[in-house]
Nanobody, 124 residues
Framework: QVQLVESGGGLVQAGGSLRLSCAAS????????MGWFRQAPGKEREFVGA????????YYANSVKGRFTISRDKAKNTVYLQMNSLKPEDTAVYYC?????????????????WGQGTQVTVSS
């Protein structure tokens, strides 16, 4: 089992920045990759980005490319999502997820463990 706890969400004005953290505990050595997803009210869960745990390769949705950056601290078992130049359309609950096997980075089905989510609200 892997437990994930997100933090760092909040209210920010358009153009501002936030950094989300996702702390992993438990059998983290099982982890192949970590992903960030988001879900706005009335919409489906959407892929934001992902990082492989071992090599640190990153992948991003086109909607956030150039604005968001994913990184990980293996010593702390923590993944970060740095969000810059935030827009009102970035408003959503953000979830981190951990996958134990290789699969499509942008598919929720590739991930086995999920955090509880953290709210990000961007005001115009």
């Amino acid at each position: 089992q892997v437990q994930l706890v997100e933090s760092g969400g909040g209210l920010v004005q358009a153009g501002g920045s936030l950094r989300l953290s996702c702390a992993a505990s438990g059998r983290t050595f099982w982890t192949y990759g970590m992903g960030w997803f988001r879900q706005a009210p009335g919409k489906e869960r959407e892929f934001v980005g992902a990082i492989t745990w071992s090599g640190g390769s990153t992948y991003y949705a086109n909607s956030v490319k150039g604005r968001f950056t994913i990184s990980r601290d293996k010593a702390k078992n923590t993944v970060y999502l740095q969000m810059n130049s935030l827009k009102p359309e970035d408003t959503a609950v953000y979830y981190c997820a951990a996958g134990v096997r290789r699969g499509p980075n942008d598919s929720p089905a590739s991930y086995d463990y999920w955090g509880q989510g953290t709210q990000v609200t961007v005001s115009s």
